[in-house]
Antibody, heavy 120, light 111 residues
Framework: EVQLVESGGGLVQPGGSLRLSCAAS????????MHWVRQGPGRGLEWVSG???????YYAVSVKGRFTISRDNAKNSLYLQMNSLRAGDTAVYYC??????????????WGQGTMVTVSS | QSVLTQPPSVSGAPGQRVTISCTGN?????????VHWYQQLPGTAPKLLIF???NRPSGVPDRFSASKSGTSASLAITGLQAADEADYYC???????????FGGGTKLTVL
């Protein structure tokens, strides 16, 4: 079964750090672009970051310089290191698979999400 | 404020047809980038409903269809069912932002 499972969410104080993980199974992880998408409480979807198969990474303006995406193909895992966290980063963070490896990719597989709460 | 504009809500009676619009501009939909649609049932992760403007993934009923023209796209749902009650999001790429972008979402209520 093709599956993505996120972990690492939790409560963190403003200015703090957190590292999210996404474990992939059921497909050849190294062949796909992978992304992080978040959804604030009662809000819509927001793309956060993507990591391509050519070791290329991309970030939304709102997180550039604070978040770092990485992947370990040997462990079939995607990561998101989040530093200098703000209240506005509070959201459910989803890991998602890119369908075709293009810039206007659809995200065909999603994890169940992990909740990040930034609050004092 | 989302780059792609969707109506906040739509509604319809069981069996009816509804459409959800997604309006962009010349740097995203109008630039030729593909549009995708997702369904998010309450309390669950989004699910891909339509990819590359009009294609349905395996398992998605043909009651769901979509099209794209100019700087806009639309999702149509026919034969509305109570199970279709969900939030629907359009998704594309914006070359000016160099970002993947989503619409603000549309809540579908089945009356």
């Amino acid at each position: 079964e093709v599956q993505l499972v996120e972990s690492g969410g939790g409560l963190v104080q403003p200015g703090g750090s957190l590292r999210l993980s996404c474990a992939a199974s059921g497909f050849m992880f190294s062949n796909y672009d992978m992304h992080w998408v978040r959804q604030g409480p009662g809000r819509g979807l927001e793309w956060v970051s993507g990591f391509g198969t050519a070791d290329d990474s991309y970030y939304a303006v709102s997180v550039k310089g604070r978040f770092t995406i990485s992947r370990d193909n040997a462990k079939n895992s995607l990561y998101l290191q989040m530093n200098s966290l703000r209240a506005g980063d509070t959201a459910v963070y989803y890991c998602a698979r890119g369908l075709e490896g293009s810039s206007d990719d659809a995200f065909d597989i999603w994890g169940q999400g992990t909740m990040v709460t930034v609050s004092s | 404020q989302s780059v792609l504009t969707q109506p906040p809500s739509v509604s319809g009676a069981p069996g009816q047809r509804v459409t959800i619009s997604c309006t962009g501009n010349a740097s995203n939909i109008g630039a030729g980038y593909d549009v995708h649609w997702y369904q998010q049932l309450p309390g669950t992760a989004p699910k891909l409903l339509i990819f590359n403007n009009h294609n349905r993934p395996s398992g998605v009923p043909d009651r769901f269809s979509a099209s794209k023209s100019g700087t806009s796209a639309s999702l149509a749902i026919t034969g509305l069912q109570a199970a279709d009650e969900a939030d629907y999001y359009c998704h594309s790429y914006d070359s000016m932002l160099s970002d993947s972008v989503f619409g603000g979402g549309t809540k579908l209520t089945v009356l």
